[in-house]
């Protein structure tokens, strides 16, 4: 940030009194421009055996599969954002179950939640946002080809989880990949 959002002046980026972080700070209104993490949050719907995946249209990971996700909005709850997401990306109506996965993602600064829910019917097509959306069993999802590794690790969670038919909320904090994954 380099100007203020506010007043328009130039901003400093130095510890206010009493905090501990540096903010980008207006010398001229006084405003704090904090930055807080973004919550992305989605749903795994399921249909009988199957799961829904959409193929993104759109930068980052164009054309690789993911469940639909996407930044939470000012004033909807994280189950709002989850159905409205899949309405978006999927054209596609569900019922939100049960948190599922809460996963951090401290180096770019984001939290991704998913929640657990149910397809309402089979009236599905690609978003503006997508390709193509589809629905795959455990043994047709394209593990190779799935968008970001929050969306694998809550499909592998949810394969095992049925297999035994312990549901639990599941927590992970990713680290960085390794620079060939970049
Ligand atoms: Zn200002």
Redesign the pocket.
């Known amino acids: 940030m380099k100007y203020?959002s506010?007043?328009g002046?130039r901003v400093a980026f130095r510890i206010p009194p009493g905090d501990t972080l540096p903010r980008h700070v207006?010398e001229?209104?006084g405003?704090i421009h904090y930055q807080n993490p973004k919550v992305v949050v989605g749903a795994l719907p399921v249909w009988e055996d199957k799961i829904l995946l959409c193929r993104r249209a759109i930068e980052p990971r164009h054309g690789m599969w993911t469940l639909p996700a996407g930044f939470m909005e000012n004033d909807e709850t994280t189950a709002q954002a989850a159905a409205r997401e899949t309405l978006e990306e999927a054209c596609a109506r569900i019922e939100v179950g049960e948190l599922y996965t809460l996963i951090d993602v401290p180096h770019i600064s984001q939290v991704h939640i998913i929640y657990r829910a149910r397809l309402l019917d089979l009236d599905f097509r690609a978003g503006e946002e997508s390709l193509d959306v589809a629905l795959f069993t455990e043994d047709e999802i394209p593990w190779e080809q799935i968008a970001f590794r929050s969306i694998a690790i809550s499909l592998r969670h949810f394969f095992e989880d049925r297999r035994s038919g312990q549901w639990s909320v599941h927590t992970a904090s990713l680290a960085p990949p390794p620079p060939e994954w970049r």
């Open positions: 203020c506010s007043c002046a207006c001229h209104c405003t």
